[in-house]
Nanobody
Framework: QVQLVESGGGLVQVGGSLRLSCAAS????????MGWFRQAPGKARDFVAF????????YYEDSVKGRFTISRDNAKNTVYLQMNSLKPEDTAVYYC????????????????????????WGQGTQVTVSS
């Protein structure tokens, strides 16, 4: 059993920044890749970013490349999403998730984008970007 709790969301203006955190409790997730997803009202849950256990491999959705940075601190069982240059279309509930992808496994973009690769999810944190 793993519990993931997101924090750091809020209301920001266009061009602003937020840093989301995802803290784990219970079972450790340090040996597995972690992802961030987001869901806007009336939309499907979409992939945002992925980071492997070691941090050596990252993937980003095209729309956030160059603006968002995913990182992790395995000793603290915490993953972060630094969001800069925020746009109104970034408005969504952001979810962190634990994958079953270890550094010894195969990692490719199509795989990390799939919600089926993740077995634990946080409750979500709201990010609202005003125009």
């Amino acid at each position: 059993q793993v519990q993931l709790v997101e924090s750091g969301g809020g209301l920001v203006q266009v061009g602003g920044s937020l840093r989301l955190s995802c803290a784990a409790s219970g079972r450790t997730f340090s040996s597995y890749g972690m992802g961030w997803f987001r869901q806007a009202p009336g939309k499907a849950r979409d992939f945002v970013a992925f980071i492997s256990w070691s941090g050596a491999t990252t993937y980003y959705e095209d729309s956030v490349k160059g603006r968002f940075t995913i990182s992790r601190d395995n000793a603290k069982n915490t993953v972060y999403l630094q969001m800069n240059s925020l746009k109104p279309e970034d408005t969504a509930v952001y979810y962190c998730a634990k994958s079953n992808i270890g550094d010894g496994g195969s990692i490719w973009y199509g795989r990390v984008r799939s919600t089926y690769e993740y077995d634990y999810w946080g409750q979500g944190t709201q990010v609202t970007v005003s125009s």
